[in-house]
């Protein structure tokens, strides 16, 4: 049984910095492509950013780049994004996903976590 579990989300001023952490449990022997998608209120769910099973292909979204940073622990079975400068309109549920398209795009992902809620105060 699969299992992605996330972590870290919060209330975080402008400016501020958050990371999240996800946990991908029951995919052994295989290689997959994890990634972070996010979702506001009244807004379809969007990839925000993926990364590879080795690490050495990443995807950030265009408004994203140079604040958010993505990786991975395998040994730990562990995803991470580094949110830094973080603005209002970061503020959404933020999903990990695992067995993602290379594309980073919702359709064709195989799992998803519940979610974690990140809110950036004014």
């Known amino acids: 049984q699969v299992q992605v579990v996330e972590s870290g989300g919060g209330l975080v001023q402008a400016g501020g910095s958050l990371r999240l952490s996800c946990t991908a449990s029951g995919l052994t022997g295989i290689s997959y492509t994890m990634g972070w998608f996010r979702q506001a209120p009244g807004k379809e769910r969007e990839g925000v950013s993926c990364i590879d099973w080795r690490g050495l292909n990443t995807y950030y979204a265009d408004a994203l780049k140079g604040r958010f940073t993505i990786s991975r622990d395998n040994a730990k079975n562990t995803l991470y994004l580094q949110m830094n400068s973080l603005k209002p309109e970061d503020t959404a549920m933020y999903y990990c996903?695992?067995?993602?398209?290379?594309?980073?795009?919702?359709?064709?992902?195989?799992?998803w976590g519940q979610g974690t809620q990140v809110t950036v105060s004014s």
């Open positions: 996903a695992a067995s993602v398209p290379r594309s980073c795009v919702n359709r064709g992902v195989g799992y």
